[in-house]
């Protein structure tokens, strides 16, 4: 028995020790730790099990009817019904008293969420005037061009790295090879930009100098999120019909070749992304009604369900809230998300468990709209200050 168990080693009790701290011994409404010799910091026990501190208890009740919604179940609980979380302390005084060197308290800022990211800023472009409420990024692989669709005349617009406007095409208007209201694009693996266009409730081709190849229409209600798979089928989320079609496109002479339902039954899909490295495919979606918790599902490459979490477990698991805008994969296969209220980007790794959350991107963002992830560079689109944002692995590479 010489092979080192994994469940045993040091790296592994280190590892259950950090997922203790942060998900056990902090509140998770101020994302302060508890601290029993603090009245206003104590761990105090609602009556539906859900722990919270003292001071976010007060905060969120009622002051004369002395109640309060569980922030996590929604459950109403009585102020007065709340007891101290003795097991809690108990718990933090004994990893305090066994606390090691190496086991340092995970680093937090003081917002509640880790303040070092592991991308830095490369570039930034485009600006209100060049780009106007952009919604979707792609990269054309053979010249590393960003191509972003927005609201402007033309509404594709194609720049190089450097953030230079080389083109742009796609007329806003209905004609033929027009773009009414282009919600999301992807480019093929021959070159091709495929828009999903939500006005005539179609997707469009066009070569990458932005001559129009086909339309495909009549098999959408609400055409929304695209991405390409490895074999240069294009997947579309239909946001009304609540179904992922592929369609197989022969791009060099703008032939429909097929068109399947691959996924049904989806609750009001929008973002969709395809893996390169293992063939997964992750769709985002957006239930109304019901405190509007948005779900990240991924599929096998035979759309086989292999992974979903609403935002709200997501809370739980990594105790922040997000509120997912896009999804995409890295070079690895790790899931990567950008969250629009907080203007984050992270990655959740390759979800063989349960997520790991990993910040890449917390700052200079307001509203990431829309995500591509190019080997070691990570390309979004903000639509808050209508930019393109770059950033890289190496400061300034
Ligand atoms: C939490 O509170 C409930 C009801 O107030 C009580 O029954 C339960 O024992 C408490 N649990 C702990 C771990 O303190
Ligand atoms: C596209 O269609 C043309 C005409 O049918 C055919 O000659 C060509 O091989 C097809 N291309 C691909 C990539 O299938
Ligand atoms: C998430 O963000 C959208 C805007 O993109 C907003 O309309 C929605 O209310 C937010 N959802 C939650 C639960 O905060
Ligand atoms: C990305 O990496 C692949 C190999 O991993 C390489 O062939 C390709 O040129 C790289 N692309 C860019 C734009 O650097």
């Not at 028995?1 to 509140?27: F, M, V």
């Not at 190496?102 to 780009?131: C, D, M, N, Q, V």
């Not at 074999?231 to 369609?247: E, H, P, T």
Request: glycine letters at 8%.
């Amino acid at each position: 028995p010489s092979a080192e168990d994994p469940e045993t080693s040091p790296s592994h009790h280190q590892a259950t020790l950090r997922e203790i701290q942060l998900n056990l011994l902090e509140c998770k409404v101020c994302f302060e730790m508890f601290n029993s010799q603090q009245r206003e910091r104590r761990p105090q026990n609602l009556s539906c099990g859900h722990v919270l501190c003292l001071e976010c208890i007060t905060a969120l009740s009622h002051p004369l009817l002395r109640k309060l919604e569980c922030p996590f179940c929604r459950q109403l609980c009585s102020v007065d019904s709340t007891s101290h979380c003795q097991v809690l302390s108990d718990l933090q005084e004994l990893l305090l008293s066994q606390k090691s060197s190496s086991s340092a308290p995970p680093h937090r800022s003081k917002g509640g969420f880790i303040s070092e990211t592991a991308l830095h800023l490369f570039a930034a472009f485009g600006g209100w005037g060049t780009l106007t409420n952009p919604t979707g990024i792609a990269v054309l692989g053979s010249v590393g061009g960003v191509v972003v669709v927005h609201d402007g005349e033309k509404r594709v617009v194609v720049f190089n790295q450097q953030g230079r406007k080389l083109h742009s095409f796609g007329e806003k208007g209905t004609g033929n090879g027009d773009i009414c209201y282009p919600v999301d694009l992807a480019v093929s693996p021959t070159g091709h930009v495929i828009v999903t266009d939500a006005g005539d409730k179609s997707v469009k081709v066009f070569t990458s100098r932005g001559i129009h190849v086909v339309t495909v229409k009549d098999c959408f209600q609400l055409p929304w999120g695209v991405d390409t798979d490895c074999c240069g089928r294009i997947l579309v989320s239909d946001l009304q019909a609540g179904n992922l079609l592929r369609i197989k496109v022969n791009f060099s002479h703008g032939i429909i070749l097929e068109s399947q339902n691959v996924l049904a039954n989806l609750c009001c899909p929008k973002a969709v992304a395809h893996c390169q490295k293992n063939g997964n495919t992750a769709v985002l979606e957006h239930p109304r009604g019901r405190h509007h918790n948005r779900n990240l599902k991924v599929f096998t490459k035979d759309f086989h369900l292999l992974y979903q979490m609403d935002s709200f477990s997501l809370i739980l698991q990594t105790s922040f809230r997000f509120n997912i805008s896009d999804v995409a994969f890295s070079s690895d296969g790790d899931v990567v998300v950008s969250d629009c209220d907080q203007g984050l980007i992270c990655s959740l790794g390759n979800l063989q468990n349960h997520p790991v959350l990993t910040p890449l991107v917390g700052v200079h963002l307001i509203r990431p709209a829309g995500l591509v992830i190019l080997n070691n560079t990570l390309i979004t689109v903000d639509g808050g200050d209508h930019t393109v944002k770059i950033y890289s692995s190496k400061p300034g590479a």
